[in-house]
């Protein structure tokens, strides 16, 4: 499995904007359906966002959707998460995961199939 590492979250006000980045270990990357999920305290940890193996299809949790921007680097291992237009709500721990694929255009937004996982990356906005 391949290893991932988050960096990026810190505090900012509210309106304010971040970029997560997920590094992952190795070259096998190209491999992986990449996500972001996040779990704010006292909560589940739900779906955020996904990217398939070559970039071209995404897809959106509702709360994110047009403030939110998922993306990937295969030449750097690397998945991002543009954060835009910051609500207290978006205050979470957000965690990017990878699932192994064949399909180039397919996208999950099952957790439970993901099998990788980095250590989370903490956001918090303040109102």
């Known amino acids: 499995q391949v290893q991932l590492v988050e960096s990026g979250g810190r505090s900012v006000q509210a309106g304010g904007s971040l970029r997560l980045s997920c590094v992952a270990s190795?070259?096998?990357?190209?491999?992986?359906?990449m996500a972001w999920f996040r779990q704010a305290p006292g909560k589940k940890r739900e779906f955020v966002a996904t990217?398939?193996?070559?970039?071209?299809?995404?897809r959106y949790a509702d709360s994110v959707k047009g403030r939110f921007t998922i993306s990937r680097d295969n030449a750097k291992n690397t998945v991002y998460l543009e954060m835009n237009s910051l609500k207290a709500e978006d205050t979470a721990v957000y965690y990017c995961?990878?699932?192994?694929?064949?399909?180039?255009?397919?996208?999950?937004?099952?957790?439970?199939?993901?099998?990788?996982w980095g250590q989370g990356t903490q956001v918090t906005v303040s109102p």
């Open positions: 995961a990878g699932n192994r694929r064949i399909n180039p255009d397919t996208i999950v937004t099952d957790q439970s199939l993901y099998e990788s």
């Open positions: 190795d070259d096998s990357f190209v491999t992986y359906v």
């Open positions: 990217i398939s193996l070559n970039g071209g299809t995404t």
